[in-house]
């Protein structure tokens, strides 16, 4: 029972704004957003999370939609080094240790 | 700091062989899980704790046996191991149960 629904890949230039969606539309009040990414073979990494306001940090910027059914991932340049898969999930605060990771989105910056 | 350390990366394994994944932290994490991951699949949780002395099953903890004796450390054990259980496994640990951090990952065949 998908709780977040991402497209299964996509492209981008190197250099350019890639923004990489999510459906969320089941999401609870009291559940976040977070986002991962995994690089080809290494342990997934920690991107951004957020409730419902829009959210910033070195890595990326997250937007959340108004009734927060849908979000999303901004890498505002992006390099060759972020092609990976980008995993959208949503989970309450806490439990973490019991986060359900989907089969996410493979983001492929091109030359 | 090492963040979290796995060994091995890789093993080769006899159909009924066991051996014990080794997972450690030490950023005094509270939350660690185990997670394993097949091609074209996103993770699957198989045990997680809370803290030491204290472990729950996952999603697909069949084949698998945890213990948390300690903060630091979270083996995974495979007591007699089947060729369905050849994957990559990640440990991952989190502090107040939000973001976690991943190991680099233990790729096990089993023959």
């Known amino acids: 029972d998908a709780k977040t629904t991402q497209p299964t890949s996509m492209d981008c230039a190197e250099g350019r704004a890639a923004n990489l969606p999510c459906n969320h539309s089941t999401i609870s009040g009291n559940e976040y957003v977070y986002w991962y990414r995994q690089i080809h073979s290494q342990g997934p990494q920690y991107i951004i999370h957020g409730l419902k306001n829009n959210e910033t940090n070195e890595m990326a910027s997250l937007i959340i939609t108004e009734d927060r059914k849908s979000s999303t991932l901004i890498l505002p340049h992006a390099t060759l080094r972020d092609t990976a898969v980008y995993y959208c999930i949503v989970h309450p605060q806490g439990g973490s240790e019991k986060l359900v990771f989907g089969k996410g989105m493979k983001l492929t910056v091109n030359p | 700091n090492a963040g979290v350390t796995q060994t091995p990366k890789f093993q080769v394994l006899k159909t009924g062989q066991s051996m014990t994944l080794q997972c450690a932290q030490d950023m005094n994490h509270e939350y660690m899980s185990w997670y394993r991951q097949d091609p074209g699949m996103g993770l699957r949780l198989i045990h997680y704790?809370?803290?030491?002395?204290?472990?729950d099953q996952g999603e697909v903890p069949n084949g698998y046996n945890v213990s948390r004796s300690t903060t630091e450390d979270f083996p995974l054990r495979l007591l007699s191991a089947a060729p369905s259980q050849t994957s990559v496994y990640f440990c991952?640990?989190?502090?107040?149960?939000?973001?976690?951090?991943f190991g680099a990952g233990s790729r096990l065949t089993v023959l």
């Open positions: 704790s809370v803290g030491a002395g204290i472990t």
């Open positions: 991952a640990s989190s502090y107040g149960a939000n973001v976690l951090t």
